[in-house]
């Protein structure tokens, strides 16, 4: 034991101290007492004279090492507490005890010390009587950084979050029944930053009933949960996105369609910058998207075997490429230094576009405006993609070859213009579907029939392409042979039908056939599904629906009735394939009344009204529509 004035210097030191430095008293007295420790707790010693002057002492009281005469170290647990100071005195001083620890507790000691030291944990001791906050050994990094100099729970509980302090305080009131304690909960360290904390405690009994426990700061373990789940949220999301977007890539019906799906909306996944698509096109590649074609300038090689030129080295080799840096793209292509002064990007992926049998169909081409590191399920990604769009582009190609090989099949099949009949006005309009590339097989005719009769044809075959131009050709034929040898139209639509069945190939239409006689004023029709006729006049419109058999090609055994009616004087008349009147957004009641609106307005003049009708095609153009307007002279 030692005392001390204010300002640390040794006064007095008894036996047992002089005995255990090995120094007798004269060498002690004089000296600040946090000066017989080792140097490293010169500072620690200090701390606890201030606070011994302070009046604010308090257990646990830390554990120092003393340095003998002979060189030895000594650990010693230490305690200052205030000494009033006497008359004539400058201030008050201190009395420090110091007690030597036993082996098992400076065992303990040093693994706790050293457990905690690089640990973000404290062990601490509630007084439940007083209320006061203390460390077991000593303030730890995590204690100052949480508590600071505040020793009790009210001073503790202050830094808590406001949502979590009314269920501390519930749990804190059990163990005032002798219940141990454990919470998760929400502090302020210092400096005001949010700290999640476990804390934890087993209840000790006695006169002064106290908590004794551990905390430990589990703030970098929230915030790790907290990223992985964000992560799996924004991979989830992304999935989703890939997925939607691959499945446009497998619907896309034009070169357009792929190429913006690539430089436009592929972007956000890989948080590019700029994207564009070089593609093949009888040797000359073609930029897109066409309007940033003079910024996507440099990336044309001019001859695309250039393998000086990242394009044509993709290009002959079909390996991806990604450059993280200028000076990366520089050391592999120093022949686009020039290119580069004019452009803001920093790293770049070139990414080969190939189909069936990797034949090269051009480049993807995605751009950063900052260094970008591309991971190894990016890189993957970023090929399964250009590959679904290679396999997308050659899918169009084949569909716009076949394709126009079937719009050159019906045009060459349906007549441009009707005959010319003396007694009746003609006017016909095809108009091909604008959803995609589609050829279908809707059709219309007239015939001059015996006497002053004529025949009136619209259908619609079922299917697209090639097939349904040439099935359209075929029952366009049937419907001429047979109606210049029946002038009955139930069964020049009977025998088109038996023709279709028993060719054996799985081919139906729905049709509309009606004969006009002209002497009579009569209107005969046979109908197998097709929409109702429109008779319209200046002053209103009129619906007539013909009783209808089924589709034509369906059942050799249907027969078709004869509906007949009288030609209303003045009228002109409408027969339309589907497309004109009914759709998925339009019914078609809702078509025939805009349509037959249209064509009173324009009654008078045929071709003025299969001219509006065209241009106001109510149910969109998402199919094909055949349009044919008579109106007797």
């Not at 990366?328 to 292509?333: A, G, I, K, M």
């Not at 075929?474 to 279709?500: C, H, K, W």
């Not at 007949?564 to 589907?578: A, E, H, I, K, Y």
């Not at 064509?599 to 969109?620: I, M, N, Q, Y």
Request: hydrophobic residues 40%; proline residues 6%.
């Amino acid at each position: 034991m030692l005392v001390a004035d204010h300002a640390g210097s040794v006064l007095v030191a008894n036996q047992a101290l002089t005995a255990l430095l090995g120094h007798p008293s004269s060498e002690i007295t004089g000296r600040p007492w946090p000066e017989l420790f080792i140097p490293d707790d010169h500072g620690r010693a200090w701390e606890q004279h201030n606070r011994a002057l302070r009046g604010t002492v308090s257990g646990p009281w830390p554990d120092l090492t003393l340095r003998t005469a002979q060189g030895r170290s000594q650990r010693t647990v230490v305690q200052a507490h205030p000494l009033p100071a006497a008359p004539g005195e400058d201030g008050p001083g201190v009395v420090v005890q110091m007690s030597v620890a036993s082996r098992d507790e400076e065992t303990l000691r040093i693994v706790t010390e050293l457990r905690l030291r690089e640990a973000d944990t404290a062990l601490w001791s509630l007084d439940l009587t007083t209320g006061e906050l203390s460390e077991l050994f000593g303030p730890s990094p995590l204690g100052r950084m949480l508590a600071g100099e505040s020793c009790t729970l009210e001073d503790c509980l202050a830094r808590v979050h406001r949502d979590d302090v009314a269920r501390l305080r519930d749990a804190l009131e059990t163990s005032y029944q002798g219940r141990d304690y454990e919470q998760r909960f929400r502090m302020f360290d210092q400096v005001g930053d949010e700290r999640w904390l476990y804390a934890r405690a087993t209840h000790v009994g006695g006169e002064r009933p106290r908590l004794v426990g551990v905390v430990d700061d589990m703030t970098e373990h929230v915030q790790l949960v907290r990223r992985l789940a964000d992560r799996r949220r924004i991979e989830a999301a992304q999935g989703r996105q890939v997925n939607e977007l691959a499945a446009k890539l497998v619907s896309a019906t034009t070169v357009q369609e792929v190429t913006d799906l690539l430089s436009k909306e592929f972007m956000p996944i890989f948080g590019g910058d700029g994207g564009h698509v070089l593609l093949l096109d009888q040797d000359e590649l073609q930029i897109y998207p066409a309007d940033t074609r003079d910024a996507g300038r440099w990336l044309h090689p001019g001859e695309h075997r250039d393998v000086s030129h990242p394009t044509g080295a993709v290009l002959q080799d079909r390996q991806l490429r990604f450059f993280e840096s200028r000076s990366e793209l520089l050391e592999r292509f120093p022949a686009v230094e020039g290119a580069l002064r004019r452009i803001g990007s920093h790293s770049w992926a070139f990414v080969p576009v190939f189909g069936d049998a990797k034949v090269a169909l051009g480049v993807w081409v995605v751009a950063w405006t900052q260094p970008h590191h591309a991971t190894p399920d990016e890189r993957a990604l970023m090929l399964t993609l250009a590959g679904l769009a290679g396999q997308a582009l050659q899918r169009v190609n084949r569909q716009r070859a076949e394709l126009e090989l079937a719009d050159a099949v019906q045009r060459r099949m349906l007549p441009p213009q009707p005959p010319d009949f003396s007694e009746l006005d003609v006017a016909v309009r095809y108009l091909p579907a604008r959803a995609g590339w589609r050829v279908c097989g809707d059709f219309y005719d007239a015939i001059r029939l015996p006497g002053r009769r004529i025949g009136l044809v619209v259908g619609d075959v079922q299917g697209h392409g090639v097939e349904a131009a040439a099935a359209m050709g075929q029952i366009r034929m049937a419907f001429r042979a047979y109606a210049s040898n029946q002038s009955d139209p139930g069964t020049v639509l009977t025998e088109t039908n038996r023709l279709l069945t028993e060719t054996g190939e799985i081919v139906f239409a729905t049709c509309g056939y009606l004969v006009i006689d002209v002497d009579l004023g009569q209107l005969q029709a046979a109908w197998a599904g097709q929409p109702p006729v429109v008779l319209a006049t200046t002053s209103g419109f009129e619906v007539w629906e013909p009783e209808t058999g089924p589709p034509v090609g369906v059942d050799a055994e249907a027969k078709y009735p004869v509906s007949s009616r009288s030609l209303p004087s003045g009228s002109t008349l409408l027969m339309c394939s589907d497309g004109l009147v009914e759709s998925a957004e339009v019914n078609m009641d809702d078509g025939l009344a805009a349509v037959g609106n249209e064509l009173s307005a324009k009654a008078a003049d045929v071709h003025s009204a299969a001219t509006a009708l065209a241009d106001l095609a109510p149910a969109g153009r998402g199919d094909d529509i055949a349009i044919l307007v008579a109106r007797v002279r």
